[in-house]
């Protein structure tokens, strides 16, 4: 009997805490919320219509829209540089404006009248503080094409000037650039519109800007008007399919805007922010849909 007394209080105890046990609340299902969408923006290749990039970045940044990574073709890849070095959109407009290009041009005689392009290098390096492509503020990405093999080529680290050197290139007007061994020219002979190198660095939504355009019926004046026409007429096709792949594509109207006419500086800037306010509408509805799905995606995991 003492013993059936003892064994009761025990087995309602280890009951009692079974149940407890069993009662325990199962702790809610840990969600991850999604990485914040790494915006890239891929700046094409157009010589002095280049300086409509900085148009389109002053909007950009007025819209509260920074992109995180940064690739440029030919003249996109000297505006690249600079942004992403960390120069905003109105310091890259008084750097602009300030612009002597007969600093740089370097014509050498021996070499046929080819620019030499070390100018270019030096005036590059000389902004950014001599800094190499992998200490810049943000990701950068200088496309050139290999001239022994014509494969496209994607500068992510090394000499910022040499890059934006080789990048802009024009064969026929500056000498091929010598890094490691091979030679390169300039990009927009393989990427026109550096979709896919900020693709590379890690872009989720990419914002290109093609200012290249298509023949007016008008003589180009000039060796390098002539040759980068040619090189955009060469190109269209690559541009095209390349700028399929972004996800908003920005098309500044540069209409009597040659790729020489430096001293078209304020038309070319103005053209670009009036392209890139006109797509800030579309650019923010994509991005809601895009940063709608991946929550969504996040969801259902």
């Given amino acids: 009997m003492p013993f059936r007394r003892l064994l009761l209080p025990l087995l309602a105890t280890f009951a009692l805490g079974a149940c407890t046990h069993a009662a325990k609340p199962v702790p809610p299902p840990v969600t991850v919320a999604p990485a914040p969408l790494k915006i890239g923006l891929a700046l094409g290749g157009g010589a ?24 440029g073709t030919s003249a996109g890849s000297v505006v690249g540089a600079l942004y992403a070095s960390g120069m905003d959109a109105f310091a890259l407009q008084q750097t602009a404006l300030g612009l002597d290009e007969a600093k740089i041009r370097d014509v050498r005689l021996f070499s046929g009248g080819l620019v030499q392009g070390q100018a ?142 430096f001293e078209q500086k304020n038309q070319a800037i103005l053209a670009g922010e009036k392209a890139a306010l006109a797509a800030i509408p579309a650019i923010r509805a994509r991005l809601a849909t895009l940063e709608a799905t991946r929550q969504a995606a996040t969801a259902t995991r």
């Fill in 48 to 71: 002095a219509k280049g300086f409509a990039h900085i148009g389109v970045i002053k909007m950009l940044e007025a819209s509260g829209i920074h992109p995180d990574v940064v690739a």
């Fill in 120 to 261: 270019l290098q030096d005036y590059v390096n000389l902004l950014l503080h001599r800094q190499p492509i992998e200490q810049l503020k943000l990701p950068f990405a200088a496309v050139a094409t290999e001239l022994e093999t014509g494969t496209r080529t994607v500068f992510v680290r090394g000499n910022v000037g040499r890059a934006v050197r080789a990048s802009s290139s024009i064969p026929g007007v500056f000498e091929p650039v010598e890094i490691g061994g091979k030679h390169y020219v300039d990009g927009g002979v393989v990427s026109p519109i550096p979709v896919d190198a900020a693709r590379q660095l890690g872009a989720d939504f990419v914002i290109a800007v093609d200012i290249s355009a298509a023949p007016d019926g008008s003589s180009p004046q000039g060796m390098m008007s002539i040759v980068g026409q040619s090189i955009t007429i060469m190109g269209r096709q690559l541009a095209a399919q390349e700028s399929a792949r972004a996800d908003v594509v920005i098309r500044p109207v540069l209409t009597g805007i040659g790729p020489t006419d």
